[in-house]
């Protein structure tokens, strides 16, 4: 049976193979990772017994705004609404319930969240990256 969960008490190790299955967080250090679990506000994951497999997480400040990050499902489970699910605990979380506005960025999951209520129509996003603007520093 598949569980999900808002703990964060697990060995986060355990996320690094979701990780290398996505283009963007693969080659995370565990070190990196402990500390973005520890800032993170909220973080979802689901689990097969004891088997991580889908994980999302939640930046909020708990009143206007919130933003979903790393939705990763290991491939096994994927089309089995796991990830839908973890979308949904988030949204609907008790801590975020009067969060006005959730905001995400995707670069061809679209119909994946537009099934989850998204609209791409009434925001678009501009990204500032680090890893272009080394010179400037
Ligand atoms: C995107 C992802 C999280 C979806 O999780 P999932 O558990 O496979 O999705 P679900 O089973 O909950 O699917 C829900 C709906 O979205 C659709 N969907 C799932 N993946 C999709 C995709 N890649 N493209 C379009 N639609 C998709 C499903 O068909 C389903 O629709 P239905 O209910 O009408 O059949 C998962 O495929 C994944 O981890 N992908 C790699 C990482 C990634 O790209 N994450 C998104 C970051 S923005």
């Known amino acids: 049976m598949i569980t999900y ?12 193979p979701l990780f290398e299955q996505s283009s963007w967080a693969r080659g995370r250090t565990v070190a990196e990772t ?6 993170t506000d909220l973080l979802l994951t689901a689990w097969d017994d004891h088997r991580l497999i889908g994980c999302g997480r939640a930046l ?4 206007y705004r919130a ?4 939705v990763i499902v290991s491939a096994p489970y994927q089309g089995r609404d796991v ?3 973890i979308v949904r605990r988030i949204l609907y979380h008790p801590a975020l319930r009067r969060v006005e506005l959730f905001w995400l960025c995707t670069r061809d999951k679209q119909a ?4 989850l209520g998204f609209s791409a129509k009434e925001q678009t996003g501009m990204v500032w990256d680090r890893t272009r603007h080394a010179d400037a520093s």
């Open 34 to 39: 402990t500390h973005m679990v520890a800032q």
């Open 83 to 85: 990830g839908s699910e």
């Open 60 to 63: 909020t400040d708990y009143v």
């Open 67 to 70: 933003s979903i990050w790393d």
């Open 112 to 115: 994946f969240y537009e099934s």
């Open 5 to 16: 969960t808002d703990r964060k008490d697990f060995d986060h190790a355990e996320l690094a």
